[in-house]
């Protein structure tokens, strides 16, 4: 039973547009959440984060919305750039326990 | 500049060996992670340790045991490996406040894979 999802495998952005993520846990106890992004052949590098009291995060380019109501999270990029082609990872957290999604594979088009 | 570093970033081992995958960081991190990553099925955690000798299993532990002699080195020990555990593995480490809250810094990863 997958407890944070990440229902599209892959997204194609055109550069300077507006990159949305998407990320849905089935879990209300998650007390925080995170974005990594990873590279092909290096480890994932922390994005951005949000406690659950927040609604929203921002850090540059890069915003975090968090609705708890609809367990869901959304990391927004804008503009998207080429070098945000990468895998995003949410990932949500409680006690002792992180629980990563599958992935989003971002293309970010010419 | 936080720096995480595995032993291999490819090993290739057969059914039944015994294989050791290391990570040192340098950051005086007191947490360390070990994870897993497969298609289809992201990072799953196998196992962490916020403390030297103290260790928790993760969601996955099952075929893997870990060594935290050394507050910097934290090892993944596969007893016997098995097709199953062809994987890429991570290692990470945090600072102690948060176990999860504190950024995690990851290795590069080994990409392992059993004949």
């Known amino acids: 039973d997958q407890q944070v999802k990440q229902n599209s495998p892959s997204l194609s952005v055109q550069e300077g547009r507006i990159s949305i993520l998407n990320c849905d846990y089935t879990?209300?106890?998650?007390?925080?959440f995170l974005w990594y992004k990873k590279y092909p052949a290096e480890g994932p590098t922390f994005l951005i984060s949000?406690?659950?009291?927040?609604d929203k995060n921002e850090d540059g380019r890069f915003t975090v919305f968090l609705n708890k109501s609809a367990k869901h999270l959304s990391l927004h990029i804008v503009p998207s750039q080429p070098g945000d082609s990468a895998v995003y990872f949410c990932?949500?957290?409680?006690?002792?326990?992180?629980?990563f999604g599958k992935g989003t594979r971002l293309h970010i088009l010419p | 500049d936080v720096k995480v570093t595995q032993s291999s970033r490819y090993l290739v081992k057969r059914t039944g060996e015994k294989v050791f995958l290391e990570c040192v960081q340098d950051m005086d991190h007191e947490n360390m992670f070990w994870y897993r990553q497969d298609p289809g099925l992201g990072l799953r955690l196998i196992y962490f340790s916020y403390d030297v000798k103290m260790k928790e299993k993760g969601d996955i532990p099952e075929g893997y045991s870990v060594s935290r002699e050394k507050k910097e080195r934290f090892s993944l020990i596969l007893e016997s490996a098995s097709t199953n555990q062809t994987s890429m593995y991570l290692c990470a480490s945090s600072r102690l406040a948060g176990l999860y809250q504190e950024t995690q810094y990851f290795g590069p990863g080994t990409r392992l894979l059993v004949l």
């Open positions: 990932a949500a957290t409680l006690y002792d326990k992180i629980i």
């Open positions: 949000i406690s659950s009291i927040k």
């Open positions: 879990n209300s106890m998650f007390d925080y």
